[in-house]
């Protein structure tokens, strides 16, 4: 209770101030003080006066001292606070508060709580019962409770994805208001004129009557928004978007790919008086199509995101055309048409100076998605075969037919077999009248699109009737002959239009749906597909870039996979998410929140708001309103400080009771009073000192994280010792001799690292899985004994955090002549490994990082050879492809070998090997080589996996 910054909230204390006058008048007085008259017995007897002493006044200023500290101790119990929460109304009966928990309020969520959590306490002080209404839920009957009920639903409350509708919560609002006569109402609104505010504040303002109503909103609208991301053929451009006409504002929007990664961030600005702004990401099409997220960096609401699917790619296109080009006449190039509709959602490759056949061949070496032949008849036999196996391999090949191709013999690239020559208007197999577009297949991908009524067909490439007809066909004209056919060759697509691609036989490309129709066949295919399988190559396996299944049956729906929750963050679906149709919506509901829906690599992204949104700010002008801002100061309370001040004056008041009662004469007559009265000065000025610094203490204490509890001590001499200096380490089995060669061998294998490369490792380190830290060492050398036991939970816990956190362990079984028998290590081995999150593994393959890490290497001996080694298994390259440069080619968590590596390297005092090999020293040389790789590729296995794939890099980056 107060208009100022500094409430009580335990006023009724206050009243206890009508009791310092009283408080003055037993304050007045004060006990006499002290004569001091000298001992001697004589002279005490003669000056004794036997006369009445009177209690003399207290002075003024240590009355008021008193008074002061009565009235500082009646002030702290009443509770003071600064900065109190705002009265949630003026009135008396039940409060309504009314959150909008929409997306725009995730920017300032924590304020707007702290504003809905202080006028609830207020209304509880106040002993007034209060609903809470959350404008982002489904409508519901408005029940009342108590603060604290209300103020723990509040605390569980957060931002919903999608714009709401309080239009429909309005029924229920005003059942409650009739039903309580003397209820106000206050509104914590987001600032947004969307989701129907101004409608929701009118009723509102209605169903009050009388009574008051108070608005709260955020002055500095500060809700931003992405929308109408688009992959134009120059940029990726992205629309941000701001409620109010202000001044320049600058802002960063970042995108990143589907795994979270960032690719690019640029700045753009709001200009002076606008309300949007664009940002332009000027990348190769090869990382446009990467993009899968932009998001305003610093901007945490959903509405702050954009998310895009395949439909938002572009895919590289070859055009390529058997007509004879003519410069001086563009509009009659048979693609003129075709390039227009594909430039906006495709990067299309026209063919310069090349045939048809060497322009084929080029687009298949070149891996392009999508191939279109317009009017393209016959091809060499090199050519033919090439685009056979691309198409197999996972291309879309989209022909159009034309006089050409209605001339040349039948190849196995076409969908249905094909008449010779054409059906021609007026001719033989003639139409009386052109024919129009009648219908599209239900399983083909044109079947959500109306077919347009001003398309017609005055010539047609005919197809023989036979039993795969109807299966093939995506649509017809109005006498049921096909006009586009399609078939699945394993991997790969391919379409036939019936027609040619310019307007000699049909006005179909002058025509939206011809635009519509291109989009849709080329969203079927991938964005690089992998390059197509040699013939007599086994067919069906599944690869990345596969064209999509066509014309198999089409799901009409797409389950969520992955949805955005209110503040942007990506979250698994909430139970409410439905399926949403294949064409995707424009803007998100509840019951389609924003996220990606189906699967992966086939998939539709459904944003919060549609490609033309524009935000506004709520105009209340013309209501009966209080309007104010969103308060969010965290109030402060004034007790302690209260207290503290009220003690210190206690303790002042006692040394002045002791100065004035004769202190400074008892202090002066002995030594050992001097002694005491100094101790108890200082006992004093200790105790507050601790009073003064009790809310400090008290408020380190509360703030003290939890997770300052107890956790197991690093021996520091351990962690000095192994960080100082890179070191290579080996487990303690326990065996004394095993023990004494891996320390030996590793002591070899440090000298030679020290002698042929640039590290200079330190010396080796004996550890114990069980209690030591791992993490300081890149590699650890693991001897398996017969007598190994199976690790315990906590060690198992501590090793695969080890491996998942980049450190590599080499178990070594060191048993290569015993190995195919099954020998006790093998066992012991498995053991070991039991209940560690081993990879998939694989022997290391010829072109592995391990064989060109620092010496090229054919295989990997130790003391004993013919044993291979064995890595994580990486991903299966494409088909055709030497040696990919993929994701896989990090460092390996674990190699296992049983070449006994510590007995080739080991050493002794004298630097002389302790143990002969199978075969000879040069088997300890490459033994000694094949050490030196493994600790290169630890160390830098990335790196130089990198420039292992130099090659392929470059040639991926130049496609």
């Known amino acids: 209770m107060s208009a100022l910054p500094l409430a009580f909230l335990a006023p009724w204390m206050l009243t206890a101030l009508i009791a310092l006058p009283a408080l003055w008048l037993l304050l007045r007085l004060t006990p006499p003080r002290p004569r001091t008259v000298d001992f001697p017995p004589l002279r005490l007897l003669l000056d004794v006066v036997a006369k009445r002493e009177t209690p003399a006044r207290t002075p003024w200023w240590l009355l008021l001292l008193r008074l002061g500290l009565a009235a500082l101790l009646i002030f702290a119990l009443a509770k003071p606070i600064l900065n109190p929460p705002p009265a949630a109304s003026s009135g008396s009966g039940p409060l309504l508060l009314v959150v909008d928990n929409g997306w725009a309020a995730a920017s300032e969520w924590d304020a707007r709580l702290a504003a809905a959590e202080g006028a609830l306490q207020s209304a509880g002080d106040q002993g007034r019962p209060v609903a809470l209404l959350a404008t982002a839920e489904p409508p519901r009957e408005i029940g009342l409770g108590t603060a604290e009920a209300a103020i723990e639903r509040l605390r569980v409350l957060s931002p919903e994805p999608f714009v709401a509708d309080r239009r429909q919560l309005l029924p229920a609002v ?34 009050l009557g ?109 055009l390529v055309t058997g007509a004879t080009a003519d410069v001086a006449q563009p509009l009659l190039s048979p693609v003129y048409y075709v390039n227009r509709a594909l430039k906006p959602f495709a990067d299309v490759r026209e063919a310069q100076g090349q045939g048809p056949s060497q322009a084929v061949e080029q687009f298949v070496a070149d891996k392009l998605p999508v191939i ?23 291309g879309v090949l989209i022909r159009f037919a034309g006089p050409r191709l209605a001339a040349a013999p039948q190849d196995e690239l076409s969908p249905v077999r094909l008449r010779q020559g054409g059906r021609i208007l007026g001719g033989a197999l003639a139409w009386e009248t052109p024919q129009p577009l009648s219908s599209y297949a239900a399983d083909s991908p044109f079947a959500p699109l109306v077919p347009p009524k001003d398309v017609t067909v005055t010539r047609q490439v005919l197809a023989e009737p036979d039993a795969d007809l109807p299966d093939r066909v995506w649509a017809t004209l109005g006498d049921g002959t096909p006009l586009v056919t399609a078939v699945k060759q394993d991997r790969g ?188 000065v200082v006992l004093l000025a200790a105790c507050g000192l601790a009073l003064a610094a009790g809310p400090a203490l008290a408020q380190t204490a509360a703030e003290r994280p939890p997770a300052a509890t107890k956790k197991q001590p690093i021996d520091e001499r351990f962690a000095l010792e192994a960080t100082l200096s890179t070191r290579l380490a080996y487990v303690a089995t326990g065996d004394r001799d095993v023990d004494r060669v891996s320390k030996a061998g590793l002591e070899g294998l440090t000298q030679t690292l020290a002698e042929r490369t640039a590290l200079e490792p330190g010396t080796p380190m004996a550890v114990d899985p069980a209690k030591d830290e791992l993490s300081f060492f890149p590699l650890i050398y693991w001897p398996v ?30 048993d290569a002549l015993t190995a195919g028998t099954g020998g006790p290590q093998n066992e012991a081995l498995r053991r070991l490994l039991d209940g560690l999150d081993v990879p998939a593994l694989e022997k290391a393959p010829k072109e592995h990082v391990l064989t060109k890490a620092f010496y090229l290497l054919d295989d990997f001996p ?29 460092v390996s968590p674990v190699l296992i070998s049983s070449a006994d590596f510590a007995g080739a390297w080991a050493v002794g005092a004298d630097g002389m090997p302790l143990f002969p090999t199978s075969s000879d020293e040069r088997q300890r040389e490459m033994a000694y080589r094949v050490g030196i790789n493994i600790v290169m590729y630890t160390l830098t296995g990335n790196y130089k996996a990198d420039q292992v794939h130099v090659p392929a890099l470059l040639e991926r980056l130049g496609q």
């Open 785 to 814: 004994t017969d007598r190994a036991a199976q690790l315990s939970p906590e060690t198992l816990a501590r090793v695969d955090a080890y491996m998942k956190q980049g450190g590599t362990i080499l178990f070594d079984t060191r």
């Open 174 to 207: 005003e059942a409650f208001l009739k039903a309580h006569a003397t209820a106000d109402a206050v509104w914590i609104s987001d600032g947004l004129a969307g989701g129907e505010a101004r409608a929701f504040a009118e009723g509102l303002r209605a169903a």
């Open 372 to 394: 279109l032949l317009a009017d393209v008849g016959a091809l060499t036999r090199e050519a033919q075969d090439a685009l056979t196996r691309w198409v197999r391999g996972g």
């Open 493 to 680: 697509l391919s379409v036939l239009f019936h027609v040619t691609a310019d307007t000699r036989w049909s006005n179909l490309p002058l025509s939206g749906a011809f635009v519509d129709m291109l989009r849709r066949i080329v969203d079927l295919a991938g964005s690089n597909p992998p390059p197509a399988k040699p013939e007599g190559a086994a067919a069906g396996q599944p690869a990345a870039g596969e064209a999509a299944q066509a014309p198999a049956p089409r799901a009409q729906t797409l389950p969520p996979t992955r949805t955005l929750d209110g503040f942007g963050a990506f979250r698994s679906p909430p139970a409410t998410a439905k399926p949403v149709s294949v064409d995707g919506r424009a803007a998100a509901t509840r019951d389609n929140p924003p996220g990606f829906y189906g699967p992966v690599d086939a998939g539709i992204a459904v944003n919060l708001l549609p490609p033309d949104a524009a935000l506004a700010r709520l105009d209340l002008s013309g209501l009966d309103a209080g309007v104010a801002p969103v308060v969010a100061v965290e109030p402060t309370p004034v007790a302690p400080w209260l207290f503290t001040a009220a003690a210190l004056l206690a303790i002042l008041d006692s040394l002045v009771v002791f100065l004035l009662a004769g202190g400074l004469a008892l202090i002066g007559r002995t030594p050992r009073g001097a002694a005491k009265a100094g101790a108890a």
């Open 210 to 318: 009388g009574r008051p109503l108070s608005v709260r909103i955020d002055p500095t609208g500060s809700a931003r928004a992405l929308a109408a991301a688009e992959n134009t053929p120059g940029a990726m451009t992205v629309k941000a978007l701001r409620a109010e006409a202000s001044g320049a504002e600058p802002l960063r929007v970042r995108a990143s790919d589907l795994r979270g990664r960032p690719l690019a961030e640029v700045d753009a600005a709001f200009a002076v008086g606008a309300r949007d702004a664009t940002a332009s990401f000027q990348l190769p099409v090869e990382l446009r199509n990467d993009i899968a997220r932009l998001e305003l960096v610093g901007a945490k609401t959903a509405g702050a995101v954009q998310l895009l699917d395949q439909r938002s790619k572009r895919r590289s296109i070859g």
């Open 862 to 890: 130790g003391r004993y050879s013919g044993s291979p080694l064995w890595v994580e298994a990486l991903p299966p390259a494409d088909e055709g492809e030497d040696r990919p440069a993929r994701a896989g080619d990090g």
